[in-house]
């Protein structure tokens, strides 16, 4: 069955703190990992999408990476404003397109 | 380029009624995903349709119905509505359904 798992569940950072958060995934065919920042009662907002190992991408503060099991969202030098919930997501070829949420990241950042 | 669109934004039932909610999306995206997020659960796929067919359904009762129009807006309805109903309820597209999905602001339903 396709599972995602992302880790910490929770992460308390202070302004400039590095980090990385965790999605590891079993998926059948990967046709995407997608990641998604989730602000409290709103929508999902699009950040990346990752087809194959070895791809990465940027944008700002944030930069996604992809290996065969497990993707890292990595966050450099966060400000206060990044604090949201960081949502990872797979979607296979197999049984029409299913797209599968993990249950997030809450991620806190402290001036 | 405008967004996905939900109406309405926030519903209040009582149990045993039923609604309908509605999503527009992005222009030129020929399918859309419904999903159900509650605190406990996380985001739950329910169904997607594509080209006014479902293509792939969740594991949701059958209370839970969708359609989509010819012009690609989709339509989910919830009958008999339950307590644990309550929750957002949010519509993502995507322009071939396999490709990056843009989600809407949802839609925040009660049910009392």
């Known amino acids: 069955e396709d599972q995602v798992t992302q880790s910490p569940e929770a992460l308390r950072l202070q302004e400039g703190e590095s980090s990385s958060l965790n999605c590891s995934y079993t998926?059948?065919?990967?046709?995407?990992l997608f990641w998604y920042r989730q602000d409290p009662g709103k929508g999902p907002e699009f950040l990346f999408t990752?087809?194959?190992a070895g791809e990465e991408k940027e944008k700002e503060r944030l930069k996604a990476t992809l290996t065969k099991k497990e993707s890292f969202l990595h966050i450099t030098a966060p400000k206060p404003e990044d604090s949201a919930t960081y949502l990872c997501?797979?979607?296979?070829?197999?049984?029409?397109?299913?797209?599968?949420f993990g249950a997030g990241t809450r991620l806190f950042v402290k001036a | 380029k405008a967004g996905v669109t939900q109406t309405p934004r926030y519903l209040i039932k009582t149990r045993g009624q039923q609604v309908t909610l509605s999503c527009s999306p992005i222009?030129?995206?020929?399918?859309v995903s419904w999903y159900q997020q509650t605190p406990g659960q996380g985001l739950q796929f329910l169904f997607e349709?594509?080209?006014?067919?479902?293509?792939n359904k969740g594991n949701f009762p059958g209370r839970f119905s969708g359609r989509q129009f010819s012009n690609s807006r989709s339509e989910m309805n919830v009958s008999t509505l339950e307590l644990g109903d309550s929750a957002l309820y949010l519509c993502?597209?995507?322009?071939?359904?396999?490709?990056?999905?843009?989600f809407g602001p949802g839609t925040r339903l009660l049910v009392l």
């Open positions: 993502a597209s995507s322009g071939s359904g396999g490709g990056t999905q843009y």
């Open positions: 998926v059948s065919g990967l046709r995407g």
């Open positions: 990752l087809y194959s």
């Open positions: 997501a797979v979607r296979d070829n197999t049984g029409g397109f299913k797209t599968i």
């Open positions: 222009s030129g995206h020929r399918s």
């Open positions: 349709y594509f080209s006014e067919t479902q293509r």
